[in-house]
Each structure stands twice: as structure tokens, then as C-alpha cells.
């Protein structure tokens, strides 16, 4: 066959073309080609959840969830790909970091016992956060007791916590006919009664129910004074009320360690001189059960500071010695006169304070702080003191003396406008613009803004979801801690699942959030990483820490931060950490000397991205067993 037009044949055309041929070589392209198709596999692999792998830990105990797996993919070391900068260059090579000695296994360095003694025993000072100098720091890893087991799921462990872990019989002798805990072998219960609630804390939220609403959703955040083992706070979570609960350091007793043991929020703390680490306005209802706190002293300072911490219209409840004291005196051990002095005492600093007693009934007394300061400010022409604090900051509160003055109220048009502006009830307000930013506070943060940060939380709840399989498994965390929580969209994220989280606002942060998470319904307070958090070892199951390491550079030793973080992490928890590459290749240069495992997982928007993840369990280890106390209290 011939092609028209005087055209070659196919044959004369492919004789002219065959030396081309010949002379290319298709090695290059080959190569080329399949390293493009397999980058292109790659790619859409990873978009679809791939992550770096963190192997299983090897245990030396009986568990079932003792392995951490994080999600199906090959392990990535970034290091190779993203050098540090040249300042930072040197990263120094990791070391080993020793245990410290048993004794420290319940070590609270800014209220260790020992160091309190040089304080002022006056107000309590020396209970008060006093903490160690640098040349004081340890350097060694806090070992959790002979025998630690992880505590029980919630809501079991609500009602049973595991002796070896909280090896302490005082509570149990003490307070054996309140009703309060008990051991049973290995275990101690907590029956949830308390020395003014001898039928259980439920019984005796029931009774405060009957006085102020307790179900409609419009009091969500509590707080509870010298709290005992916490079982008030503990027994609201059922009625959706979160509660900061907080109490001293015991010098034997372990309260606090015994709520966070159970599952419950709690810090250790006290009323003396310093303000509460927590904004004004931040919670809807305060509480005292026999806490034993002189209420009408120091000019009133105590009441003053509840006053500031309680949103406009929230209520004070307190039972227990001087209320109901007429019926009660007998058994308290004081006199009549004595009694009806203290009370008398007290409803004056509450008048004073513009608070209105709505009820008494049995042993609980209930009061009412005014929606707005109109009414009040007028009072003051009459009413001497305490006046109104001037040119102070309301929501400052870490080591912020008490002063004898109101804080006040945002200002208001109208006598039935609530200051600051009306809270949604629970659940809505976690979701609604909080007033605080809808009134411009804090600066730069608009109403969309806050939205945004809502759903990017969503967003990267779920790829952790994805890179941490444990956060999947209910009841596997109960206690979280957010270090750096801005306005609590970790928290917000989480409040399906059955957990509760801390959320700290950093003393170094630029802005002050605090206020915007309480209104939220969520709790939480001030720390600087830079000292130790006011709380005991193996508090935490969880630690999020987004951007912690960057915010502190050059503030403190990025080791003591992170030794802090290894005190309060239970073992077999888990920490994930947020930054710039270049510091999470450091912390993991310290941390690999520090009984965790740990890998760098890809940012949630892919690995083009300088901001990481540092994912990390603790492993499981104990002190040695050197004749440690046994339930019955022999050695």
C-alpha cells in the first residue's frame, strides 16, 4: 500500500528514524518515571492518615493496655530533612537521667514540708507555694511507690483507688466515723460520705439542690474549699457541675492526692495571703464544708476573695460550724456565745459585700452575690468597708497578695443588665462567643476568631485520633492537662469523651485567656512552667503541650520543665507536644534519657509543615520495694 501525495511508506520512514532511536537512552527516564509515580503513592498515602509509627512498650507487669501504638505507618526520623538553625545547632547528645531516692515518690517541690518550715506559720503562709531555688532543683526522675498500678477506669474509680498507689492510713483512722474512705485489702473506697454529709455527698447535693438550681444548666463551673478527698465534686460531675476542688498540702493526710487518684479534679492550695490562681468571675457557685477557714477575720479577706472569683450572681454555700449552731453547738465543742459571735460575724462581711442570704436550712446556708455593683456602689456612702479596689487588676492572680477591697464589676446601663454579660446555660455556652471576647476582651480576639479556634480543635482531635490509638479507648485517660490551653479548644474538643482537662494559661503567655475558658463551663488556672505545678506526682494520664518549649526559650532550663512534666505524668502516660521541628529534635535529645519513648509525627495539614508533634509514653517503672507500709499499717 502507498500514502497519497507522494508520500514514504511506513516502512522508508521507520529505516530513516532507527538510528534516532538507538542513540537515546531510556535508562534516565525510566528511573525518573518511577520515582515520580511512587512520590505521587506516597503522597496520597500520607494526606489519607499516614503516620509515624511508635513501637509497642515492653511492660514488666501484667496489663492489657500496656502498649502505646501510634498509627500504620513506616517510622520518618525529620531530623534528616529540616536542619536547625545555625545558633542552635548544637544539639548536645542525650544523657541518662537517674531515678531520685524513694522517699521522694510524693514529692511537691513548691510545697515540700521541709522547706515550709522557714515560713511564717501566721495565716498559713508557710502553706503557701514556696518553691525550690535553682541550685535546689532535682535533677532525677520522681519514682512512682513499689507496686503502682494504673488506677481504675472512671467512673469506677470514683468509689476505689489502689492502697499501693496512695499508701496512707491516716484518712481511714481519722475520719473512720464520717464516712469518708476505708480500706479494703489493696484497696481503699471512698463511700462518698463527708463529715457534714454522713449520708453520702449525693444526699447532701440533693439538699442543696432544694435551695439553688442545680439541673437547668445555669451553674456549671463550682469550686470547693478545703475539700477533703473531693467526693462533693466528684458527685456533681453526675449533674454536669465541674468543680476545681483544692486543699493544703497534709502532713500526712494526702486529700488532694487521694481526689486525683479517684479521677477528679483538685489542686493543692490555700487560703492565706495570696489570691487563688484563678481570674475573677470564674465560677457560678463556691462552696465550704466544715473547711474550717475563719471566714470573718482579716477584715474579711477570705469572703473578698471568694467575692472575686464568683461570676455575678453566683451563690456561696457554706454548712458546718457556725451554721445551724443553736442544734449543734454540743457536738463542736464550743460555746453558744462563741458560736453565734462567728456567724454574726460572718453575715456582716457578707452584707458588706452586698451578697444576699437567701436561705438556711438545717446545716447549709446559702448566699447570693448581686448580677451588677450598681446598688452596691451607692451602699458604700454608708457601708465604709471595704471599698472598691482602684487601678488593680481583677483577673491578676499569681502571687497577688490579697487586698481588703471589692473587685469590681464590670460597668453596666441598667440595674437588671449582669455584668460582664449573661452566660449561656450548659451546655451552649461552651460553644457561644464568650462575653469576655463579644465585649472585646481580651484584645485582638474577635467573635470569628474564637470560632476558628474551635474548629481547628475539632481538626486536630481527630488526627491525633488518628496518630495515638489509646485516645480511642474509653477509659484509658481520665486526668488531662492542657499546659498551654488559650481559650480551652483541646478541652472543648474532648467534652464527649469521659475526661476532664486542666487548662493552664501560662504566666508568660501575651494574653490573658483564663476568664474566656471559664465562661466557657471548662476550669482551669495561672502556672509558670518555669516552677512546679501545685499538685502531687502521677497526676496527669495526658499532657498536651502546644508550643510550651518555644514560649519558655531563654525563660528557664527546657530539662527542668520537662523533669517537671515527667513528676505529674502517671506512668504508661502519654505527652504530646506541639512546636517548630528544630525544638522538638531537642526535647527528644533530653528525653530520650528519661524512660520515654517517643517519635515525631507529621503536623495534621501534611509534612510540609515546620510545626511537628512529639508523641511520648512513660514507661512503666517503680521504686524498689524496701518494707513499704502494708493496709493494716504494719511494716
Known amino acids: ?102 522517699k521522694y515518690s510524693e514529692y511537691t517541690p513548691c510545697e515540700d514540708r521541709d522547706r515550709s518550715l522557714r515560713f511564717d506559720r501566721d495565716r498559713l503562709i508557710y502553706r503557701e507555694r514556696h518553691c525550690p531555688e535553682k541550685g535546689e532543683l532535682l535533677k532525677c526522675l ?48 471512698f463511700p462518698g460520705g463527708g463529715t457534714m454529709f454522713p449520708d453520702g455527698a449525693d444526699a447532701y447535693i440533693d439538699d442543696i439542690d432544694r435551695l439553688i438550681p442545680l439541673r437547668d444548666g445555669s451553674i456549671r463551673t ?55 490562681p484563678y481570674p475573677s468571675r470564674a465560677f457560678d457557685m463556691a462552696h465550704c464544708s466544715r473547711c474550717l477557714i475563719p471566714w470573718h477575720l482579716y477584715d474579711g479577706q477570705y469572703l473578698i476573695e471568694v467575692d472575686r472569683v464568683l461570676r455575678p450572681g453566683g451563690y456561696w454555700i457554706l454548712s458546718g460550724p457556725p451554721i445551724n449552731w443553736k442544734r449543734q453547738w454540743k457536738g463542736w465543742k464550743r460555746t453558744e456565745a462563741d458560736l453565734s459571735a462567728e456567724q454574726s460575724a460572718i453575715e456582716a462581711v457578707a452584707r458588706s459585700l452586698c451578697w444576699k442570704k437567701l436561705r438556711e436550712k438545717g446545716d447549709i446556708a446559702v448566699w447570693q452575690k448581686p448580677t451588677n455593683h450598681i446598688h452596691c456602689k451607692a451602699s458604700r456612702k454608708v457601708i465604709k468597708s471595704p471599698q472598691f479596689c482602684h487601678g488593680q487588676n481583677p483577673d491578676a492572680a499569681w502571687y497577688t497578695k490579697m487586698e481588703t477591697c471589692i473587685a469590681p464589676l464590670p460597668d453596666v446601663t ?34 470569628e476568631t474564637f470560632r476558628q479556634d474551635t474548629e481547628l480543635w475539632k481538626k486536630r482531635l481527630g488526627y491525633y485520633r488518628t496518630v495515638i490509638n489509646q485516645l480511642g479507648q474509653k477509659g484509658r485517660y481520665r486526668n488531662l492537662l492542657d499546659m498551654n490551653a488559650k481559650f480551652g479548644g483541646f478541652a472543648a474538643a474532648l467534652i ?110 501534611g509534612p510540609h509543615q515546620r510545626e511537628k508533634l512529639l508523641v511520648v509514653v512513660k514507661t512503666y517503672w517503680t521504686a524498689p520495694d524496701q518494707n513499704q507500709e502494708q493496709p493494716n499499717g504494719s511494716a
Not at 38 to 46: D, N, R, T
Not at 71 to 84: I, R, V
Not at 414 to 422: F, L, N, P, V, Y
Open 414 to 447: 441598667g440595674i437588671r443588665e449582669t455584668a460582664g454579660g449573661e452566660l449561656k446555660k450548659w451546655p451552649e455556652r461552651l460553644t457561644a462567643v464568650p462575653p469576655r471576647i463579644a465585649s472585646g476582651s481580651p484584645d485582638g480576639v474577635t467573635p
Open 222 to 276: 463550682a469550686i470547693d474549699t478545703g475539700c477533703g478527698v473531693a467526693s462533693w465534686g466528684a458527685y456533681l460531675l453526675s449533674r454536669n457541675i465541674l468543680t476545681m476542688s483544692f486543699a493544703p498540702r497534709d502532713s500526712h493526710e494526702a486529700q488532694v492526692q487521694f481526689a486525683l487518684e479517684r479521677g477528679v479534679p483538685a489542686m493543692i492550695g490555700v487560703l492565706a495571703s495570696n489570691r487563688l
Open 1 to 102: 500500500m502507498r500514502m497519497g501525495g507522494g508520500a514514504k511508506p511506513y516502512s522508508d520512514v521507520w529505516k530513516l528514524c532507527q538510528p534516532c532511536w538507538k542513540r537515546i537512552n531510556f535508562v534516565p527516564l525510566v528511573v525518573v518515571a518511577m520515582f515520580c509515580s511512587a512520590s505521587y503513592l506516597l503522597g496520597i498515602w500520607q494526606h489519607i492518615g499516614g503516620a509515624t509509627v511508635l513501637t509497642a512498650i515492653s511492660c514488666d507487669r501484667k496489663a492489657t493496655d500496656a502498649s502505646f501504638v501510634v498509627g500504620g505507618a513506616p517510622t520518618l526520623d525529620f531530623a534528616a530533612h529540616h536542619a536547625a538553625d545555625e545558633s542552635d545547632a548544637a544539639i548536645p547528645a542525650a544523657r541518662e537521667f537517674t531515678a531520685c531516692d524513694a
Open 496 to 605: 464527649d469523651d469521659p475526661v476532664w482537662v486542666m487548662n493552664v494559661v501560662p504566666t508568660a503567655a501575651n494574653t490573658n485567656t483564663l476568664g474566656v475558658i471559664y465562661e466557657r463551663g471548662l476550669i482551669g488556672t495561672y502556672q509558670d512552667w518555669c516552677e512546679a505545678m501545685s499538685t502531687y506526682p502521677r497526676t496527669y494520664d495526658l499532657l498536651h503541650a502546644d508550643w510550651v518549649f518555644s514560649l519558655y526559650k531563654g525563660r528557664c532550663e527546657m530539662e527542668d520543665i520537662l523533669l517537671e512534666m515527667d513528676r505529674i505524668l502517671r506512668p504508661e502516660g502519654t505527652v504530646i507536644v506541639r512546636d517548630d521541628v528544630d525544638v522538638l529534635i531537642k526535647i527528644k535529645s533530653v528525653t530520650d534519657g528519661m524512660r520515654w519513648d517517643s517519635e515525631i509525627a507529621d503536623h495534621e495539614d
Open 142 to 189: 520522681v519514682p512512682a511507690p513499689a507496686g503502682y498500678r494504673n488506677p481504675f477506669p472512671w467512673p469506677a474509680s470514683r468509689d476505689a483507688a489502689w492502697f499501693a498507689n496512695v499508701p496512707h492510713n491516716e484518712l481511714t483512722v481519722e475520719k473512720a466515723v464520717q464516712n469518708w474512705i476505708r480500706v479494703d485489702r489493696d484497696k481503699f473506697l
